[in-house]
């Protein structure tokens, strides 16, 4: 659009991963700096989507689901935890980088359509921050993503179905064990009416061991919801 050009000419939009001129379609990346985003290919765990190195014939379980089986029906991620992506996904989360929302919705509602079938899907909701955080933060980078992604994809938003209970500390330097008994009833349903027998799309950044989401998941099946799937911009 003449607009656009116009605005790009007056404020010249920089690449986000290594500060250069952004490519001169709409975004906030380089060529270069889109060319090292690792985007998530088979083989992956058909459960939780993780994924593995090699080759696989065929769907698979990885050992993690097989083990204890998630309370989530399927997750999926768009990209790896990495590089670029890493450094994006960090300045939108703690620095208040929410300019990045239409470059990292794109890479969301891609992976949206790419694994799942809209008529399987009611409604939006998000992993929600404990409130003295969200209010420190100022906002809450799931539900931020969430809203837009229900927009796009056309399904009720809800954003009061689901409430954190203590103020859990980070995931990042802990061990899987750890993160699993960190958030263990942390999370709990609420506007149970809107939830029953709904088939939910729970919305996070990041997913590492997944057991932020699956405790999530946990809340929801717990307040009625049918059925719960997951997906993330990024996989740790």
């Known amino acids: 659009m003449a607009w656009r050009t116009f605005l790009d000419m007056l404020y010249p939009r920089t690449c986000a991963g290594c500060g250069k001129l952004a490519a001169p379609e709409p975004g906030h990346f380089c060529w270069d700096c ?3 985003i690792l985007y998530i290919q088979s083989p992956y765990c058909s459960i939780c989507g993780d994924p593995v190195e090699g080759r696989v014939d065929g769907s698979f379980v990885c050992y993690a689901c097989s083990e204890s089986k998630p309370f989530f029906d399927r997750a999926r991620s768009a990209v790896r935890y990495r ?3 890493r450094n994006i996904l960090q300045e939108f989360k703690y620095r208040e980088g929410l300019w990045m929302r239409p ?6 509602e891609a992976c949206v359509a790419i694994h799942y079938d809209m008529d399987e899907i009611d409604a939006v909701t998000f992993v929600p921050l404990y409130p003295a955080r969200q209010r420190q933060r100022g906002y809450n980078q799931a539900e931020v993503l969430a809203g ?3 927009k796009s994809i056309r399904k009720p938003l809800l954003k009061y179905c689901l ?9 990042t ?12 009833g942390a999370f709990k349903a609420r506007w149970l009416s809107r939830l029953k ?3 939910i799309l729970l919305v996070d950044d990041v997913m ?11 809340a929801l099946k717990a307040g009625g919801a049918a059925r719960v799937v997951v997906v993330t911009v990024a996989r740790g």
């Open 34 to 36: 889109q060319s090292k």
């Open 103 to 108: 470059d990292l919705i794109r890479i969301l």
């Open 163 to 171: 409430a954190r209970l203590k103020p859990t500390q980070t995931q």
């Open 173 to 184: 330097h802990l061990t899987a064990r750890d993160r699993v008994t960190n958030v263990k």
């Open 148 to 150: 837009l992604l229900a």
């Open 208 to 218: 590492t061991t997944g057991a932020t989401v699956n405790e999530c998941s946990r």
């Open 83 to 85: 590089g670029v992506m």
């Open 197 to 199: 027998g709904r088939r």
